[in-house]
């Protein structure tokens, strides 16, 4: 049996004696694993794993959502992409830790291209037992979806705010609305698909000042009250709202079970000439998906019962989605999509955007990039439309486009949630 003196007089010996004792230590994670993004279009490379003999196990695609397998291999610090449409990439890592170096067509033509490494979209280590959480770390496309239809989802990010569509509001929905929230979740601003703000004397609105649902960081025993005016049907009312964190527990929904703090609201409001009422509810906030998971009546109320049906939340955060934003924020900065007479104006000439598509005036279009693609394009009804060999199968779709720079446009696929941005070669 080897005692603490013996071991120390082996590590001596082995000292004096020129050996070595190793220790097994974890490997370091592969330089390449993670998020790439094309600067110029926004193709996405995602590497899960390099093996011994320098293969990538990774998938490549025009966006964070569109991936398909690609074959990878690492030398050292360059890398070898083969697409799933038939280009081959070719980079080496620049001091500066992007990869820069070439994209071959499968008709032999070659262009330059610059990958940048995507921030995780990580949002900080779950709560194990109910230790404190949050505000919960969001990223563009993370989406909700919960029974009776309601889909939330992140559409702009910045230091201070986060602007989603489809937050909950008791009794009141407004499809295409802008709801714009500060990090801890304070409603701070509402804005209607044309921009307007809402009439806040109608439905029961809580915004603005006083209307703190939210405290981060959440704990067990945690409380805070809120008192602040609403208006219903154009009367005024004082609500105070108590909150109690009163655990946190599984709970069961149809997109799952989740570890959820469990927060009782008791609810009370008066105004003039109609007297009190008082009611509670609870909800689930469930830090794995970062959003209140469940809702539930405790007392007679007002608000239906709902849960969440399914969620797919952003691995990592791209850059090029922020070069664009929600055809509504475009509205509500007033800005309005070309018209017919503009689009046909600007495509009388043959156009090019970089790295994505060639637009000739006979009619034909051609798209390169992390696919290669031909067809026919038209305007109609202040549209540009077009219909392509592989793309959607050769049915036509159709996109309204804003012009949001000088070379820059961005586009929005009509009945698809598709969007992105030209930029214009000169």
Not at 113 to 139: F, H, V, W
Not at 231 to 254: C, K, L, S, W
Not at 263 to 280: P, V, Y
Request: hydrophobic share 40%; charged share 25%; with cysteine.
């Amino acid at each position: 049996m080897l005692t603490e003196r013996s071991a120390l007089a082996l590590v001596l010996f082995l000292t004096l004696s020129g050996g070595a004792i190793s220790f097994a230590q974890q490997p370091a994670e592969h330089w390449l694993i993670g998020g790439w993004e094309e600067e110029d279009t926004g193709a996405v490379l995602k590497v899960s794993g390099v093996q011994p003999d320098g293969t990538a196990l990774g998938t490549m695609g025009g966006s964070l959502d569109v991936q398909r397998k690609a074959e990878i291999k690492v030398d050292g610090f360059r890398v070898r992409i083969a697409t799933a449409v038939g280009s081959v990439i070719d980079v080496a890592r620049k001091a500066d830790g992007t990869l820069a170096g070439t994209r071959t067509q499968r008709d032999g033509s070659a262009r330059p291209l610059t990958l940048t490494r995507m921030q995780p979209c990580i949002d900080g280590p779950l709560p194990a037992s109910g230790q404190p959480y949050g505000p919960p770390k969001y990223c563009v496309g993370d989406t909700w979806t919960f029974t009776g239809g309601r889909v939330q989802r992140v559409v702009s990010v910045d230091a201070d705010s986060v602007v989603m569509t489809g937050y909950p509001m008791l009794g009141w929905s407004c499809p295409g609305c802008l709801f714009d929230l500060g990090k801890d979740l304070t409603l701070r601003a509402i804005r209607q698909p044309d921009g307007d703000s809402p009439d806040v004397t109608r439905p029961f609105l809580p915004v603005g000042e006083g209307w703190r649902l939210w405290d981060f960081p959440l704990t067990v025993g945690k409380s805070w009250r809120l008192s602040a005016r609403a208006f219903i049907a154009n009367f005024p009312r004082v609500y105070t709202v108590d909150f109690v964190v009163q655990g946190y527990e599984d709970v069961r929904t149809q997109a799952g079970t989740f570890k959820a703090f469990k927060i009782f609201r008791k609810w009370h409001w008066e105004q003039t000439q109609l007297g009190s009422a008082d009611w509670g509810d609870v909800m689930w906030f469930a830090p794995s998906v970062k959003t209140m998971v469940k809702l539930k009546q405790a007392t007679a109320t007002n608000a239906n019962p709902w849960e969440l049906t399914s969620y797919d939340l952003k691995d990592f955060a791209a850059t090029y989605i922020r070069k664009w934003q929600s055809e509504q924020v475009l509205r509500g900065k007033r800005l309005a999509p070309l018209t017919q007479q503009q689009l046909e104006d600007r495509y009388a000439r043959r156009v090019d955007a970089r790295g994505t598509l060639s637009v000739m005036p006979d009619g034909s279009v051609r798209v390169s990039g992390s696919i290669e693609d031909t067809g026919t394009w038209r305007i109609k009804d202040g549209k540009f439309c077009g219909s392509y060999v592989k793309i959607r199968q050769g049915a036509e779709g159709c996109m309204t486009i804003y012009r949001t720079g000088d070379w820059e446009l961005s586009y929005f696929h009509f009945e698809s949630p598709i969007a992105g941005v030209f930029i214009d070669v000169d």
